[in-house]
């Protein structure tokens, strides 16, 4: 990765009560690049990202975003780092204020950060709303007035309004039919070439996850088990864990790897040594007695897994 990360997340854990959501986690994300989180439901991407957007306090780690410890910065210095770093959710109709017109909603969020004058803020809305290829018209109608994929993109231009460097995108595709999917995230991309946005991207689908981004980490039970290139994830998988999500995926033969079996454990009850083993089609003594490190396996890839040991040795 390079030396000066738009992002940069060490050691991030965090727990609500008994439950372990997130455990030492940590990435880093160049300027301009995205980087996918991917896992089941419950593997803690949701919470890794409100940790990055600082909406909920890590039990321990820390983030660092374009240089500065986000930890450190006084509530005051946070409300306007926020600019630089907006969110889209699942959910477009949730995360949009019923009440608020277009204009409204993309006039907000540049009056909470002093962003231009009021006729600046409008003629903003005006030039997003035709990056996202909605009409002019469409200024003075109201969330319900649209389908979801037109609402997603009403969230996409208000994430945009205040021109952050970095986007955190909460599995933004995955209310929306399939046949809308493919036009939001290609709308997706081409805004952040032309914007230059870094972004955190997070699917529980593999296939979306590899459309969108450069670097993957894989995340079972709060925490990233294996992490790389997405050509490395998706050519080269080292974790079995990843190896049986790929097998898994819809439109995949098992070919010659296990399925995923099983439910994954509750995050209440994590098992002990590796999280993985109790669904492992691999799994050896030393795997429920020891914790397996994340080992560098080259190019970019690292993983947490006895059986690399195993494969060095032989
Ligand atoms: N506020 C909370 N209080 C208690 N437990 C929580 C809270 N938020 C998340 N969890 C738990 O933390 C774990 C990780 O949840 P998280 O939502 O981050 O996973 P996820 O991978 O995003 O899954 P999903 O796609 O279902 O949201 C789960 O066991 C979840 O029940």
């Not at 854990?13 to 996918?36: E, Q």
């Not at 319900?144 to 993109?153: A, D, K, L």
């Amino acid at each position: 990765m390079t030396d000066n990360p738009m992002l940069s997340v060490t050691g991030l854990s965090k727990s609500f009560r008994a439950v372990k959501a997130v455990r030492d986690v940590s990435f880093s994300i160049p300027r301009g690049k995205t980087f996918g989180l991917v896992g089941e439901s419950g593997s803690g991407k949701s919470t890794t990202a409100r940790l990055v957007l600082r909406l909920v306090e890590p039990t321990a780690g820390s983030i660092s975003f374009r240089g500065r410890d986000l930890a450190g910065l006084s509530a005051r210095d946070l409300r306007a780092e926020r600019r630089h770093m907006q969110m889209i959710f699942q959910d477009p109709f949730g995360s949009l204020n019923p009440r608020m017109s277009v204009r409204e909603t993309l006039v907000e969020p540049q009056l909470v950060h002093s962003v231009g004058t009021p006729d600046e803020q409008l003629r903003t809305a005006e030039r997003l709303l035709a990056e996202v290829s909605l009409p002019r018209a469409a200024l003075d109608r109201y969330p319900h007035e649209f389908s979801g994929g037109q609402r997603q993109r009403i969230a996409i231009a208000r994430a945009l309004a205040t021109n952050p460097e970095m986007i955190v995108a909460d599995e933004p595709v995955s209310a929306l039919d399939v046949s809308v999917q493919a036009q939001v995230l290609n709308l997706m991309r081409d805004l952040q070439d032309r914007h230059g946005t870094t972004m955190l991207f997070i699917s529980h689908d593999l296939r979306v996850v590899q459309f969108m981004c450069d670097e993957i980490g894989v995340m079972y039970l709060g925490e990233i088990v294996e992490q790389g290139p997405r050509d490395r994830i998706y050519g080269a998988p080292a974790h079995p864990y990843t190896q049986a999500l790929l097998a898994s995926a819809p439109g995949k033969g098992s070919g010659q790897r296990a399925r995923l079996k099983g439910e994954i454990p509750s995050a209440h009850a994590v098992p002990s040594g590796c999280a993985f083993r109790t669904r492992c089609p691999h799994a050896f003594d030393r795997c429920a007695a020891e914790k397996p490190a994340r080992r560098d396996i080259g190019g970019g890839q690292k993983a947490a897994c006895h059986l690399l040991d195993k494969a060095q040795a032989a």
